[in-house]
């Protein structure tokens, strides 16, 4: 949109900082952002399975989770 209004792109900063590299910043930023939100809700989601597989009857054979009432399970499962 600027650039079809015309904006100067070799305009800087006083900083002698280019729009094109503080767009790019910006960019790098948001996908980093971008990837943490994802590991964050991979991280989240694989707590969650592995919490819901211990407390299976037959998979969590074996597991201490199973040791946990219904209702604490649920509560842990709702705040993963």
Do not use: I, K, Y
Request: net charge negative.
């Amino acid at each position: 949109m600027l650039l079809e209004a015309g904006a100067d792109t070799a305009a800087t900063t006083n900083a002698w900082v280019t729009r094109a590299s503080l767009a790019a910043a910006r960019d790098d930023m948001v996908g980093l952002f971008q990837r943490v939100a994802r590991q964050r809700e991979e991280t989240r989601l694989s707590r969650h399975v592995a919490l819901a597989m211990g407390h299976h009857p037959r998979l969590g054979e074996g597991s201490q989770v199973l040791a946990l009432e219904e209702g604490v399970v649920r509560m842990v499962l709702d705040l993963v």
